[in-house]
T-cell receptor, first 115, second 113 residues
Framework: AQSVTQLGSHVSVSEGALVLLRCNYS??????LFWYVQYPNQGLQLLLK??????LVKGINGFEAEFKKSETSFHLTKPSAHMSDAAEYFC?????????????FGTGTRLLVSP | NADVTQTPKFRILKIGQSMTLQCTQD?????MYWYRQDPGMGLKLIYY???????DKGEVPNGYNVSRSTTEDFPLRLELAAPSQTSVYFC????????????FGPGTRLTVL
């Protein structure tokens, strides 16, 4: 069975600092990997995704993530945090060969950005 | 505007009451999903549908029912509300061609007292 582990339920950074949100996954087959962002009182919005090809994936709002198969990781980074990045971030995995997507989500990491 | 809409936004139920959470998408997506989100627990899949007339259970289906009579609509039914069903419910959809991006509605916050 697939699973996702997000290390740290809360991460605090200062505005302008590096953002690093950690995600490790478990999958018996090649995975599709996703990061979703949830702003307060809103639904989830896709930030970026890895399906095949280049392992460094760029998303919206300056975020990027790197798929590292040997480490079973898909950490999310942003070089310089902005106040508007404060939100909850979810990592998710689905199996690449099912032809139908069933996402398994991590428990989420809340990013706090201080001035 | 391509969208997933959910109604109501908020609801308080008494134990044993029933209600239907509505979900509609206007993107002609075949695949639709219902999730619940509990604090610190991430999202759990309740039910999903691969097209009109076809539904299947997800990870946490007990206490819920769904139907899919049209491509656009995927209502979630709670028959006998219990406090354990207090949660935020999200509907999502994706198309058959690009089955890797799910579009989420704004959610329904349900409290069962």
């Amino acid at each position: 069975a697939q699973s996702v582990t997000q290390l740290g339920s809360h991460v605090s950074v200062s505005e302008g600092a590096l953002v690093l949100l950690r995600c490790n996954y478990s999958s018996s087959v090649p995975p599709y990997l996703f990061w979703y962002v949830q702003y307060p009182n809103q639904g989830l919005q896709l930030l970026l995704k890895y399906t095949t090809g280049a392992t460094l994936v760029k998303g919206i709002n300056g975020f990027e993530a790197e798929f590292k198969k040997s480490e079973t990781s898909f950490h999310l980074t942003k070089p310089s945090a902005h106040m508007s990045d404060a939100a909850e971030y979810f990592c998710a995995v689905s199996e690449a060969d099912t032809g139908f997507q069933k996402l398994v989500f991590g428990t989420g990491t809340r990013l706090l950005v201080s001035p | 505007n391509a969208d997933v809409t959910q109604t109501p936004k908020f609801r308080i139920l008494k134990i044993g009451q029933s209600m239907t959470l509505q979900c509609t998408q206007d993107m002609n997506h075949n695949y639709m999903y219902w999730y619940r989100q509990d604090p610190g627990m991430g999202l759990k899949l309740i039910y999903y549908s691969v097209g009109a007339g076809i539904t299947d259970k997800g990870e946490v289906p007990n206490g819920y029912n769904v139907s899919r009579s049209t491509t656009e609509d995927f209502p979630l039914r709670l028959e006998l509300a219990a406090p354990s069903q207090t949660s935020v419910y999200f509907c999502a959809s994706t198309d058959a061609v690009s089955v890797d991006t799910q579009y989420f509605g704004p959610g329904t916050r349900l409290t069962v007292l």
